[in-house]
């Protein structure tokens, strides 16, 4: 059973104070929990316990969850072609090179199976260099307006066969199963739900997994008797001043979506995450197998394509990471999770039988965020030794 010393639970709560205080995320909420029950849940600034934040792409390992479940069911396999529910992706075709025009293609070599879109390695998304937002296929992607491509919103107008319809005419930027490729695997995921279902996401997840979990929280489209919870989103510069970057009053997540963002879409709660962490923490239960949740928190990408995706430290799962060698205080191999862009993240620790969630709204990359920074310092030397 682990626990927490009362020492680094309180270099926690001054950290996050202190970056409330000088406004570097105006909104924190942070929550431990360890064995037999034990949770530390805190507020600071301007959010209460139970505020709702856009979590980004903590929304991912949900919409894995999802899929899991139909593939629990037989209703679809890791290894089918999604283009037996998405014929849009049949027949597509493949850069030559991803810096290449988008008319300098040759034929992708394979279909793009559902783990392919599970574990990002479909042959399409993003590339995390600066460089590669000028590349030619991500202009063509951007103009056709498809969402995956930039920050997190659920404002764009396409509904789920617009997006299709549209991202089926960019070629690939890498052959299936070479290379990973971040976001709009997601994006796939959640037409496949749909598509295999036929319900929205938000009633399949709803159902499936918000009921089940208890998380009364967590949606796409927040309700109007809820709303007054939802905080404002800032950004942060290169100077480190915030600045805002989404009103709650007037925000996107206010509207329903014309296709839910399966990828970054999700509103939630401290308390909501924590159910839906300590399910896979319980190796599934309720939802899930312990062999589904295995495979899940497994690395699946190969050793080169891991280094070239993380640099060595992580892999990649079934949407999750999973850390693979400690890089930094906090990066116990083992551990697994993903954070949002807004400020927002959550890993499990299975050999400590830790949980920690960190939710701001403060949009910035994880490790350049000195809040973050800061919460997985203090967690990883708060439990008792």
Request: one cysteine or more; a negative charge.
């Amino acid at each position: 059973m682990t626990t927490f010393t009362k020492a680094g639970l309180e270099r926690l709560r001054e950290r996050m104070a202190a970056h409330a205080a000088s406004g570097a995320a105006p909104g924190i909420v942070t929550l431990l929990a360890g064995g037999d029950g034990e949770v530390h849940l805190d507020a600071f600034g301007g959010a209460r316990p139970d505020s709702l934040f856009r979590i980004s792409s903590m929304t991912k390992p949900v919409t894995a969850v999802a899929a899991l479940l139909l593939a629990e069911e037989c209703r679809l396999h890791l290894d089918d072609p999604v283009s037996r529910w998405l014929p849009e992706l049949a027949n597509l075709r493949v850069l030559r090179a991803p810096d290449a025009e988008v008319d300098d293609t040759v034929p992708a070599r394979r279909p793009i199976t559902v783990r392919d879109a599970l574990d990002f390695r479909l042959g399409a998304g993003m590339i995390l260099t600066a460089e590669a937002f000028g590349y030619p296929v991500f202009l063509a992607a951007q103009k056709l307006g498809i969402a995956g491509y930039g920050p997190p919103s659920p404002a764009l107008p396409h509904t789920r066969d617009e997006w299709l319809a549209r991202f089926a005419t960019l070629p690939l930027v890498a052959q299936p199963g070479e290379r990973w490729l971040y976001n709009i695997g997601s994006h796939v995921v959640g037409a496949l739900i749909e598509r295999v279902t036929g319900q929205t996401l938000e009633e399949f997840y709803r159902e499936r997994v918000f009921e089940p979990l208890g998380m009364h929280d967590t949606f796409f489209t927040v309700p109007a008797g809820k709303a007054g919870r939802l905080l404002d989103a800032h950004v942060a510069g290169e100077d480190g001043s915030v600045t805002l970057y989404e009103a709650a009053a007037d925000s996107a997540w206010l509207r329903p979506p014309a296709f839910a963002d399966a990828a970054a879409g999700l509103v939630s709660t401290a308390g909501d995450y924590l159910a839906f962490a300590r399910m896979l923490l319980r190796q599934g239960e309720p939802l899930l197998s312990r062999r589904t949740v295995q495979t899940m928190t497994a690395g699946q990408l190969t050793p080169a394509q891991s280094e070239q995706a993380f640099g060595g430290a992580s892999t990649w799962g079934l949407g999750v990471a999973i850390a693979t060698r400690r890089s930094d205080l906090w990066n116990t191999p083992g551990r697994y999770g993903w954070d949002g862009g807004l400020g927002t993240s959550w890993w499990n620790d299975p050999a400590e039988g830790v949980i920690g969630i960190l939710l701001t709204q403060r949009l910035q990359f994880p490790t350049e965020n000195p809040v973050y920074l800061d919460f997985w310092t203090s967690a990883a030397t708060a439990p008792a030794r």
